[in-house]
């Protein structure tokens, strides 16, 4: 394969003896779906690209087209989520490409080692997102409400003009504990699910597109958990909910995952 022509598209690695055979097409929706096999422990799903699809400048402006990214990278998260179905998964980033299949048996023996022990780590294992959700106006109006609560009878005692001066003091300093309020029930939160969990890591929060009226991302959280506490998992959840909800303050929970937020560091192929 020459690289003015093409490239070889890496979606994942995986367990050679767990992986069969794999139909389907490959990112680009055309070229098939191959298994590259140079180790007999590991595999790679691969498919041919063009080369000018990922690499030079007409590649950076798709790149930059939610138009063209967009199916490209569905399809790169639906083939390594059927590899996963049976067999643990290792996957790589959108757009990593190699140049042969010589360039990429070299780099999976320079990383035989990291692979295998993150297959082992991850098996009968999956990814589970949590999005905190905070509606700042609730909350803050929920504050303010239990601290006006928890004086009312020393408000009640004072003259009308010194009350009002009084609760306006109470719902400023209200204003500036939401953050150490919100900082410690997350924390706890996480001390809680963690219990059910293999590892936890803290991503970056992304905005949601559009934004939905009064509510923002506030954190963004991955899970490993075994298969099977799921459902544990997500009554915890509900239960948080529950307690925290009144205050504007939800977990949003959705999975199951490939490992994405748990795989090493790696030098591979080039990407865009």
Same mark, same amino acid.
């Given at each position: 394969?020459?690289?003015?022509?093409?490239?070889?598209?890496?979606?994942?690695?995986?367990?050679?003896?767990?992986?069969?055979?794999?139909?389907?097409?490959?990112?680009?929706?055309?070229?098939?779906?191959?298994?590259?096999?140079?180790?007999?422990?590991?595999?790679?799903?691969?498919?041919?690209?063009?080369?000018?699809?990922?690499?030079?400048?007409?590649?950076?402006?798709?790149?930059?087209?939610?138009? /063209?990214?967009? $199916?490209?990278?569905?399809?790169? #998260?639906?083939?390594?989520?059927?590899?996963?179905?049976?067999?643990?998964?290792? $996957?790589?980033?959108?757009?990593?490409?190699?140049?042969?299949?010589?360039?990429?048996?070299?780099? +999976?023996?320079?990383?035989?080692?990291?692979?295998? *022990?993150?297959? #082992? +780590?991850?098996?009968?294992? #999956?990814? /589970?997102?949590?999005?905190?959700? &905070?509606?700042?106006?609730?909350?803050? *109006?929920?504050?303010?409400?239990?601290?006006?609560?928890?004086?009312?009878?020393?408000?009640?005692? &004072?003259?009308?003009g010194t009350r009002y001066f009084q609760e306006q003091r109470i719902r400023s300093a209200a204003e500036k504990e939401l953050s150490l309020w919100l900082n410690e029930t997350c924390r706890q939160v996480a001390s809680h699910l963690m219990k059910q969990a293999s590892d936890f890591r803290e991503c970056p929060v992304v905005p949601r597109q559009p934004p939905e009226s009064g509510t923002e991302v506030l954190l963004n959280w991955a899970f490993l958990l075994r298969r099977g506490v799921a459902a544990?998992?997500?009554?915890?959840?509900?239960?948080?909910?529950?307690?925290?909800?009144?205050?504007? &303050?939800?977990? #949003?929970?959705?999975?199951? /995952?490939?490992?994405?937020?748990?795989?090493? $560091? &790696?030098?591979?192929?080039?990407?865009?």
């Amino acid at each position: 394969m020459e690289n003015r022509q093409g490239a070889l598209y890496l979606f994942c690695f995986a367990r050679s003896d767990r992986v069969g055979e794999i139909a389907g097409p490959g990112v680009d929706g055309h070229h098939p779906l191959c298994l590259f096999r140079p180790f007999p422990d590991l595999c790679a799903i691969v498919s041919e690209v063009p080369l000018e699809d990922f690499c030079g400048p007409a590649a950076e402006l798709r790149m930059q087209q939610l138009a /063209w990214v967009g $199916p490209r990278a569905l399809r790169h #998260e639906a083939v390594v989520e059927q590899v996963m179905r049976h067999s643990p998964v290792l $996957p790589v980033r959108f757009g990593t490409l190699f140049s042969s299949q010589e360039s990429l048996a070299e780099v +999976r023996a320079t990383h035989r080692q990291t692979i295998s *022990q993150f297959l #082992e +780590r991850v098996a009968d294992q #999956e990814e /589970w997102s949590i999005k905190g959700l &905070l509606d700042r106006t609730q909350a803050g *109006q929920a504050l303010i409400s239990a601290s006006l609560a928890a004086q009312q009878e020393q408000l009640a005692a &004072l003259p009308p003009g010194t009350r009002y001066f009084q609760e306006q003091r109470i719902r400023s300093a209200a204003e500036k504990e939401l953050s150490l309020w919100l900082n410690e029930t997350c924390r706890q939160v996480a001390s809680h699910l963690m219990k059910q969990a293999s590892d936890f890591r803290e991503c970056p929060v992304v905005p949601r597109q559009p934004p939905e009226s009064g509510t923002e991302v506030l954190l963004n959280w991955a899970f490993l958990l075994r298969r099977g506490v799921a459902a544990a998992f997500r009554l915890r959840i509900d239960q948080v909910n529950e307690k925290h909800g009144t205050r504007g &303050l939800v977990f #949003e929970l959705s999975g199951p /995952w490939p490992p994405y937020r748990f795989v090493p $560091p &790696l030098s591979m192929g080039t990407a865009p």
